[in-house]
């Protein structure tokens, strides 16, 4: 056993590791979504650089997404670090099945939530809003949230309280602890949360035709615009609409990176008097977190249910479709997991000095519309005459790739690296230390990103609507059933898999 941890911490093998983690990042992952820049004159065989252009209509388009993106994100935060506080911190067996309530909107096929927030705010329910700019916002909190819940439970659970107990027994309230001590230690966490919400609403399609429809309001983001000119056989604008899009969230989020990088959470004054008194609303905090929580986010998500309707005829193509969207997601996972971690270490922990690069081009990865991904994907792997199906998973797997990544990463630079230094100094191989100290540190990460990973891919409509012409995924055939106003079937298929994924998730957690 010694000589085997000896051989695996060797440097000809640490290279090689590495080497393999690139290489199907780079062959797999990342070129082929080059493809759509490449081959970016659709009347042209030859590979040429496309000539850029923006519209009023694309403009506003792109103000419209990157403004419910923030506005997502923010209620998001605000609301969702109360909810991941009681996850990671809070001794109850109750925690558990708040655990899980929080995944299920991950669950549920976006197209699907999408046309359930909307009936549940609309006409249908309650009727407090009308198809526009605020029931989008209203779609993507619900999606989003999980993301930024999820994120920030595993990077809490991964803060040594010793240092917040400390604050507290010299005299710091407890919210003075958790804005002086605890909110810095997981500031990388709470940034990756942030970005992946972000990037997961700018990038979203199925949910956003679902709960707007056809009509004038259609084109209200990037990537529905992206779709309406598609299928519209306008490939021109398409490309030169998702090209501007990566673009400018590549920027933006580089320099939200910068800037969160460079002045930190300010943590300079304190409060006592004050923060004292808010620490008395420590109740009212949590039931309006709570509140939101079923009001906003698990009530509308699956009002759709209400419909359910059992179909004998669609029963057949129903389990079919959950069987090719779990086979494909459990692929994807499985996939990103074995070469998604060695991603994760390398920019955690900056080896060769190409950390910063490589976490750059998983940015570009993850703040592709899923639309524009898709089409370039497909198009790249049609190339070579492969299997659909096989398409299909490279696809899924090229989107997904940076929800493991991006928050192992994260936890990765938040570990305290005197322990692996004790751990070394003590005779310790790397093999060794990672094994038995990185890993189970790093490990609520893993399987956080691995739950929004695998539910990502579960749940994807605008990509696969791109690249399946024969597979239907689950989320594909509620778009057909809500498209052939089958909402009794929509809604049963939705239940169903529901049942699925609420067995699968227990017997994961019973472990």
Same mark, same amino acid.
């Not at 923030?70 to 109850?92: E, H, M, N, Q, S």
């Not at 750059?360 to 990865?365: A, P």
């Given at each position: 056993?010694?000589?085997?941890?000896?051989?695996?911490?060797?440097?000809?093998? &640490?290279?090689?590791?590495?080497?393999?983690?690139?290489?199907?990042?780079?062959?797999?992952?990342?070129?082929?979504?080059?493809?759509?820049?490449?081959?970016?004159?659709?009347?042209?065989?030859?590979?040429?650089?496309?000539?850029?252009?923006?519209?009023?209509?694309?403009?506003?388009?792109?103000?419209?997404?990157?403004?419910?993106?923030?506005?997502?994100?923010?209620?998001?935060?605000?609301?969702?670090?109360?909810?991941?506080?009681?996850?990671?911190?809070?001794?109850?067996?109750?925690?558990?099945?708040?655990?899980?309530?929080?995944? #299920?909107?991950?669950? #549920?096929?976006?197209? *699907?939530?999408?046309?359930?927030? *909307?009936?549940?705010?609309?006409?249908?329910?309650?009727?407090?809003?009308?198809?526009?700019?605020?029931?989008?916002?209203?779609?993507?909190?619900?999606?989003?949230?999980?993301?930024?819940? /999820?994120?920030?439970?595993?990077?809490?659970?991964?803060?040594?309280?010793?240092? &917040?107990?400390?604050?507290?027994?010299?005299?710091?309230?407890?919210?003075?602890?958790?804005?002086?001590?605890?909110?810095?230690?997981?500031?990388?966490?709470?940034?990756? *949360?942030?970005?992946?919400?972000?990037? /997961?609403?700018?990038?979203?399609?199925?949910?956003?035709?679902?709960?707007? +429809?056809?009509?004038?309001?259609?084109?209200?983001?990037?990537?529905?615009?992206?779709?309406?000119?598609?299928?519209?056989?306008?490939? %021109?604008?398409?490309?030169?609409?998702?090209?501007?899009?990566?673009?400018?969230? %590549?920027?933006?989020?580089?320099?939200?990176?910068?800037?969160?990088? /460079?002045? +930190?959470?300010?943590?300079?004054?304190?409060?006592?008097?004050?923060?004292?008194?808010?620490?008395?609303?420590?109740?009212?905090?949590?039931?309006?977190?709570?509140?939101?929580?079923?009001?906003?986010?698990?009530?509308?998500?699956?009002?759709?249910?209400?419909?359910?309707?059992?179909?004998?005829?669609?029963?057949?193509?129903?389990?079919?479709?959950?069987?090719?969207?779990?086979?494909? @997601?459990?692929? @994807? %996972?499985?996939?990103?997991?074995?070469?998604?971690?060695?991603?994760?270490?390398?920019?955690?922990?900056?080896?060769?000095?190409?950390?910063?690069?490589?976490?750059?081009?998983?940015?570009?990865? #993850?703040?592709?519309?899923?639309?524009?991904?898709?089409?370039?994907?497909?198009?790249?792997?049609?190339?070579?005459?492969?299997? &659909?199906?096989?398409?299909?998973? #490279?696809?899924?797997?090229?989107?997904?790739?940076?929800?493991?990544?991006?928050?192992?990463?994260?936890?990765?630079?938040?570990?305290?690296?005197?322990?692996?230094? @004790?751990?070394?100094?003590?005779? @310790?191989?790397?093999?060794?230390?990672?094994?038995?100290?990185?890993?189970?540190?790093?490990?609520?990460?893993?399987?956080?990103?691995?739950?929004?990973?695998?539910?990502?891919?579960?749940? &994807? %409509?605008?990509?696969?609507?791109?690249?399946?012409?024969?597979?239907?995924?689950?989320?594909?055939?509620?778009?057909?059933?809500?498209?052939?106003?089958?909402?009794?079937?929509?809604?049963?298929?939705?239940?169903?898999?529901?049942?699925?994924?609420?067995?699968?998730?227990?017997?994961?957690?019973?472990?």
């Amino acid at each position: 056993m010694g000589g085997a941890d000896r051989f695996a911490s060797g440097k000809s093998v &640490e290279i090689v590791f590495y080497s393999v983690v690139i290489l199907f990042f780079l062959l797999l992952v990342f070129a082929p979504i080059l493809y759509i820049v490449l081959r970016g004159c659709p009347d042209s065989n030859a590979m040429c650089f496309p000539s850029l252009y923006i519209t009023k209509e694309m403009s506003d388009a792109l103000i419209n997404s990157f403004s419910i993106a923030f506005i997502a994100v923010v209620l998001d935060i605000i609301f969702g670090i109360p909810i991941a506080w009681v996850i990671a911190r809070y001794k109850t067996k109750l925690k558990v099945y708040l655990d899980f309530l929080v995944d #299920m909107p991950l669950i #549920m096929p976006t197209a *699907a939530l999408g046309f359930s927030v *909307a009936l549940f705010w609309g006409g249908e329910g309650i009727g407090l809003l009308s198809k526009g700019f605020w029931m989008i916002v209203a779609v993507h909190v619900a999606f989003t949230y999980p993301y930024i819940v /999820r994120t920030l439970s595993a990077a809490i659970e991964e803060v040594d309280i010793t240092y &917040e107990m400390a604050s507290r027994t010299l005299g710091s309230s407890p919210l003075t602890a958790f804005r002086t001590i605890t909110l810095p230690l997981f500031k990388s966490g709470l940034l990756i *949360a942030a970005l992946l919400a972000f990037t /997961r609403s700018l990038s979203e399609t199925g949910a956003t035709m679902m709960a707007v +429809g056809t009509g004038q309001f259609f084109a209200a983001t990037a990537p529905a615009q992206t779709l309406l000119y598609k299928n519209n056989g306008d490939m %021109t604008s398409a490309i030169s609409l998702s090209i501007i899009l990566i673009a400018a969230s %590549t920027i933006l989020l580089t320099l939200v990176r910068y800037l969160a990088n /460079r002045f +930190g959470i300010p943590i300079v004054k304190v409060y006592p008097s004050f923060e004292k008194s808010l620490n008395n609303l420590k109740l009212e905090k949590n039931v309006l977190a709570f509140a939101f929580f079923i009001a906003i986010i698990l009530l509308p998500s699956f009002y759709l249910l209400e419909f359910v309707s059992y179909s004998r005829g669609e029963l057949g193509g129903i389990i079919n479709s959950i069987g090719i969207s779990f086979l494909i @997601a459990f692929a @994807a %996972t499985v996939a990103n997991l074995i070469f998604g971690v060695g991603m994760a270490l390398l920019i955690g922990r900056n080896k060769y000095g190409a950390g910063p690069f490589f976490e750059f081009l998983t940015d570009m990865v #993850m703040v592709m519309p899923t639309v524009a991904l898709g089409l370039s994907l497909g198009m790249f792997w049609n190339l070579f005459q492969l299997d &659909e199906l096989f398409v299909l998973a #490279m696809v899924h797997v090229s989107f997904s790739y940076p929800y493991i990544v991006k928050p192992v990463a994260a936890s990765i630079r938040e570990l305290d690296k005197d322990l692996e230094d @004790a751990a070394r100094v003590l005779g @310790a191989t790397p093999f060794k230390v990672f094994t038995t100290i990185t890993l189970p540190l790093i490990m609520p990460s893993i399987l956080a990103g691995a739950v929004m990973a695998f539910m990502r891919s579960l749940s &994807e %409509t605008g990509a696969t609507l791109t690249v399946s012409k024969t597979f239907k995924t689950i989320p594909v055939l509620i778009v057909e059933f809500v498209k052939a106003s089958k909402y009794g079937d929509a809604a049963f298929a939705s239940a169903l898999l529901l049942g699925v994924s609420f067995i699968a998730a227990y017997l994961l957690r019973r472990k």
